[in-house]
């Protein structure tokens, strides 16, 4: 099979302690845990979040391979800010070595950061996101807000990113072969020759998502209204413990100005 | 009496009159006054060529959409009127592809959906599931991620997930038309057990599957948005031809013991005298020579070992093998879409280019059709579409366009083809806009991957006729399959592979030991199964693949 190098937090099962997390207990952790990221300003802070890190992936049992390649778009994007940052601190002070070191800090910052981030979906189940998410968006049904259709919509775009990559792939294969150039000339020129995979891509999703509609349909779903679940979600004590050390954690990361 | 009976007993479900049209004011009709019943506990084909209107009948058989004239009932009720609840618990609806069908990561929480719309209480969810991975021999599989499915597997899950509904009817659209012949045999074996359970089964095909027709009690075939016909089994195939529709070859000859008072198969063993075939030997030059080539993914698993093979100019090679044996990945080097990591391929002699300008020569030269090319359509009209592949060579003015002449006159399509949109034909239509899209850069070597895979009988004969018809000009044909009966019925020769090696590579009669010896027999073409069978009461019976040269020999 062609080889997909983009899954994207494409969920692996693993049936680790950290999959067996309460959705809601998961997603508020991570929110709480890239906070504390995000503001680090000191070496001992990022090596901090690092071992955290560390330790939230071997406890998920997933190979790092896996979380490297899903956090992968994202290095693309942090090798891009240590280039940026590095030219900006020449151009403003001069000093090389110095940018060079605040650059990478800062690059190594956004690749733990996403990391943390794809830990979520690689631990949880689409179906199981949803409905974290569905039982955290319930109170907004009061102001008419959809919960259980948009939380749903969210689960179906998770599960069917990894199909549409592949298809992606084959198109880009297919056009190639009848002698598309979609790796030459300016931006424009790129864009343009990106047409002829982007409209067939266009195509497939509306198809696939007519006929996803039409199967969920003949099996009995219309919208959320007296859905029950085969597992329903169970707040138990370790999801409590879970959040209250990741915030005292990050408290005291706080406290400690790290 | 018998009227209060029927009163209290009415079929379980009733099509009456129903007629349907996609556009306003009766245009495009897509169905035409249809009514018949299907009784509990029944197994109904309909069957009908692309385009006749039964996937449409399928949408609102299920409710799924309203007809525009008459009305179609269950147990007695109209849908319309039905709570959706009671609808959904009584028909269930299985489609073409799996991935569509799908809406978890994880098995067991894709089969709980239904049961989970249904409202029902954990306990009784999770006994519905076991119950229905049970029914479609899935239960192995029960921790499953749905991605670590084959093909066929994933959609034995759908069905599953349709069964968990606890439904008493399965309307099947096409259910096997995207999976290989095993996946598709224990689809089959699946639907027979069901059946014997009392289960109604309405089937929606292009074409009877031979493993199915003693399932079936009644068939019928729709046309043009009509019911043309309807009746039994047996009657249907006294009347397949003049329907439009081809007998399978085991069922030709079954018949042909009946009238003869011969036992089927054994008594056939001393009747067959073999004709000795005409070999032509010819000389050949390699239009492709491979040399051990190998290639992986990634450290672990090698997608293509050791690869020897070549590709005679002029010739029609078939390359066979099972999914995930190296066939897609062997092609897509052809022309320079995967890099060569290991061993050589000599292109007319000469190295094959990897990178720059030479590479688009290659692409030119080396024509490649991917499965279900139609997919890749992008352009508004069949002209630009034709015109992409020769632009890209760098054809222009008339030179560009008689190649879009020759592309669509290759695939037999009229010029009217030219202004209208890739989008608004026919899947079949679809089909031959693409590979014409390929062939109008006027390749030497053409490439195609599954090109019948989900065609009907016609369409399927079309495209074999193109094929042949460019070996003739002198073009070199390369198809990739699964499908035994093509290769070993078209193809000059075969090049075997299995676990990402080649097992051999020669004409269809030389190799076709290693073939049935790499190949499961619900693969083979149905002669070749019944002189297999034939052989061992007999071992010096030939082993013949085609019906005609079968019947030459029993004269």
């Known amino acids: 099979m062609p080889a997909m190098n983009m899954n994207l937090g494409q969920y692996v099962p693993t049936g680790s302690i950290i ?15 890239i906070s504390a990221v995000f503001p680090s300003k000191t070496y001992t802070g990022v090596v901090i979040c690092f071992g955290v890190l560390m330790m939230i992936v071997s406890l998920s049992k997933i190979s790092w391979r896996s979380v490297i390649r899903s956090a992968k778009p ?8 240590m280039i940026f940052h590095v030219a900006a601190g020449i151009f403003r002070d001069g000093d090389i070595l110095q940018s060079v070191i605040s650059g990478a800090f800062m690059a190594v910052r956004l690749v733990i950061l996403m990391m943390f981030a794809v830990m979520l979906p690689l631990t949880t189940s689409p179906l199981e996101l949803a409905d974290g998410l569905d039982a955290i968006f319930r109170p907004l049904e009061r102001f008419r807000f959809p919960a259980n259709e948009v939380s749903m919509m969210i689960a179906m775009a998770l599960r069917f990113i990894p199909l549409l990559m592949e298809e992606t792939d084959k198109i880009m294969r297919a056009q190639l072969s009848r002698g598309a150039r979609l790796d030459q000339g300016n931006i424009f020129q790129r864009v343009k020759a990106f047409m002829p995979v982007l409209i067939p891509l266009i195509v497939i999703i509306f198809r696939r998502a007519d006929e996803i509609a039409v199967a969920m349909e003949a099996r009995g779903y219309d919208g959320g209204k007296g859905r029950t679940r085969r597992k329903p979600l169970a707040w138990r004590l370790r999801d409590s413990l879970v959040v209250l050390m990741s915030v005292t954690g990050v408290g005291i990361f706080f406290a400690l100005g790290l | 009496m018998l ?3 029927s009163r209290n007993n009415p079929p379980l479900i009733e099509v009456c009159s129903v007629s349907f049209s996609y556009g306003k004011n009766n245009t495009g009709r897509a169905l035409n006054r249809v009514s018949f019943f299907v009784t509990r506990g029944e197994r109904v084909a309909i069957l009908g060529h692309n385009g006749s209107g039964k996937s449409t009948l399928a949408k609102i058989m299920g409710g799924i959409i309203d007809p525009s004239e008459g009305y179609c009932m269950v147990n007695g009720k109209k849908i319309q009127e039905m709570d959706f609840r009671e609808l959904r618990g009584t028909i269930g609806m299985l489609f073409q592809d799996p991935e569509n069908q799908i809406v978890a990561a994880m098995l067991e929480d894709d089969v709980a959906f239904a049961p989970e719309n249904q409202g029902l209480t954990p306990d009784e969810i999770q006994l519905r599931v076991d119950m229905a991975l049970s029914q479609t021999d899935m239960l192995k599989k029960k921790d499953s991620a749905v991605s670590a499915l084959s093909g066929g597997e994933k959609q034995r899950a759908a069905l599953a997930g349709v069964l968990a509904a606890n439904v008493e009817c399965l309307i099947l659209d096409e259910p096997t038309a995207m999976l290989d012949p095993s996946g598709r045999r224990k689809i089959e074996k699946v639907l027979r057990l069901l059946h014997a359970e009392g289960m109604t089964i309405i ?31 047996n009657e249907f195939w006294d009347n397949a031809e003049i329907l439009g529709f081809s007998v399978p070859d085991s069922l030709k000859i079954q018949r042909y013991c009946d009238v003869k008072g011969i036992i089927f198969p054994e008594g056939l063993a001393n009747l067959v005298h073999r004709q000795q075939k005409e070999e032509s030997s010819s000389t050949y ?20 070992r050791d690869i020897h093979a070549d590709i005679h100019a002029g010739e029609w090679l078939s390359i066979i093998g099972r999914s995930g044996s190296g066939k897609s990945t062997l092609v897509q080097h052809l022309n320079a879409l995967y890099k060569i990591q290991e061993g050589k391929i000599y292109f007319d002699g000469l190295p094959l280019p990897q990178k720059g300008a030479e590479v688009h020569t290659l692409r030119q030269r080396t024509g490649l059709v991917f499965q279900n090319p139609e997919d890749q359509l992008f352009s508004a009209t069949v002209k630009e579409e034709l015109e992409f592949a020769p632009k890209n060579a760098g054809f222009k003015g008339d030179e ?25 034909l026919s899947g079949g239509e679809r089909r031959l806009v693409a590979i014409a899209s390929v062939l109008s850069a006027k390749p030497e070597v053409i490439v195609l991957d599954e090109p019948l895979a989900g065609l009907d009988a016609s369409y399927q004969r079309k495209i074999l006729g193109m094929l042949a018809r460019l070996r003739d000009e002198g073009r070199t044909v390369v198809t990739v399959t699964h499908d035994l009966d093509m290769a070993l019925h078209c193809s000059d020769r075969i090049l075997l592979l299995r676990d990402s090696r080649v097992i051999n590579e020669g004409k269809p009669d030389e190799i076709i030991r290693d073939i049935m010896d790499a190949t499961k027999p619900e693969a083979w073409p149905e002669v070749l199964r019944i002189s297999d069978e034939i052989r061992k ?3 010096d019976f030939p082993l013949i693949y085609d019906y005609e040269e079968f019947s030459r020999c029993l004269q």
């Open chain 2, 203 to 233: 089937q929606i095909t292009h074409q009877l599957e031979s493993e199915s027709f003693s399932d079936i009690q009644k068939v019928i075939v729709l046309s043009k948005g009509g019911v043309k016909w309807k009746g039994t089994v």
């Open chain 2, 537 to 539: 009461v007999n071992p």
């Open chain 1, 74 to 81: 994202v290095l693309f994007l942090a090798v891009f800010t």
């Open chain 2, 285 to 304: 030059h390699d239009k492709f020579l491979v040399d051990g080539l190998s290639f992986r993914y990634d450290e672990k698993s090698y997608a293509l």
């Open chain 1, 19 to 33: 999959h067996r997390l309460d959705p809601r207990a998961k997603l508020f952790s991570m929110l709480i845990l």
């Open chain 2, 400 to 424: 560009l366009d008689s190649a879009v002449i020759y592309g669509l006159e290759c695939a037999g399509l009229s010029r009217d083809f030219l202004m209208r949109s890739p989008l608004a």
């Open chain 2, 3 to 5: 009227k209060e009976k």
